[in-house]
């Protein structure tokens, strides 16, 4: 057992002191390595400043852009047109969502992939009232897309649910506020009011006070949903203070005194 033991001593003796030649031998070489990387000197980079394109050369880009897309769907575009702020605006029919989502997600000069955001705009005047929007996003080319279409109370609109699985909460709070009904939406129900709300709080035809009245009643214990009765429907309020009109409250004449007995008869 011992002349095991002083076997494996000595083996691990020469394994431990057999590479220290190697390592002297390579220290100079690492610190001689290690010298010339710090003093080496990198030529510094041509600075170019970046030149940000003008409001005109953006406007014209867009239009361009939208052309293309009109060639491209020439069935679904109606109208193309470039706001004020440079905004490009797609005007579609209501049957065309679904081909043109998908056209804006999927077509390699678009790659419209993020929906930031889906509302709608009520417009009493108008046949189809309602107006539907999507805004998009396109992460590689940093642009946005506005697409806008149109339906009623009684016409449905497809669902981009499918094509924009984000879209489903969006189309949920339209159907809530606005009452438009999206065709295949996988749970249309109401996000933002009570369970058996009456009527759709967005329009312009719904009353400011509502129909009724939520609250809690200390007799029953309970909440209970009253109609609303109001002695006063609508109230007018005067807003006219001295505050609005400054200048003429600060410098408002004086009223003269009126004249006593005594002082007529001085005049006298």
């Known amino acids: 057992m011992s002349r095991l033991f002083r076997s494996l001593w000595r083996r691990s003796t020469t394994l431990r002191y057999s590479n220290r030649p190697i390592a002297s031998a390579l220290q100079p070489c690492l ?21 940000r ?19 491209c769907l020439p069935k679904f575009i109606q109208q193309v047109q470039v706001t004020f702020t440079n905004e490009l605006e ?78 489903n909460w969006y189309e949920r709070e339209v159907w809530d506020m606005y009452g438009v009904f999206f065709r295949h939406h996988p749970d249309l129900r ?34 209970v949903r009253d109609p609303v009765e109001l002695a006063q429907e609508f109230r007018k309020f005067d807003l006219k203070t001295p505050w609005e009109v400054f200048p003429n409250y600060r410098k408002t004449p004086e009223i003269e005194a009126p004249a006593t007995e005594s002082s007529t008869e001085e005049k006298k």
């Open 31 to 51: 610190l001689r390595r290690n010298y010339t990387n710090e003093t080496e000197v990198i030529a510094p980079t041509e600075q170019i400043p970046a030149v």
């Open 190 to 223: 109401r996000i933002l009011t009570d369970y058996g709300f009456d009527g759709h709080p967005f329009r312009k035809d719904f009353p400011l006070s509502g129909y009724y009245e939520v609250r809690y009643d200390d007799e029953l214990q309970r909440i």
């Open 53 to 71: 394109a003008s409001a005109e050369v953006v406007k014209q880009q867009l239009v361009e852009f939208g052309d293309y897309i009109a060639q």
């Open 90 to 167: 797609l005007l579609i029919t209501p049957d065309s969502v679904i081909p043109v989502c998908t056209f804006l997600r999927d077509n390699h000069l678009c790659q419209f992939t993020n929906l930031v955001d889906l509302t709608a705009v009520d417009v009493p005047t108008r046949p189809c009232r309602f107006e539907v929007v999507y805004n998009f996003l396109s992460i590689p080319y940093n642009q946005r897309i506005r697409v806008k279409t149109y339906t009623n109370e009684v016409t449905a609109i497809d669902s981009i649910c499918q094509v924009h699985p984000g879209a």
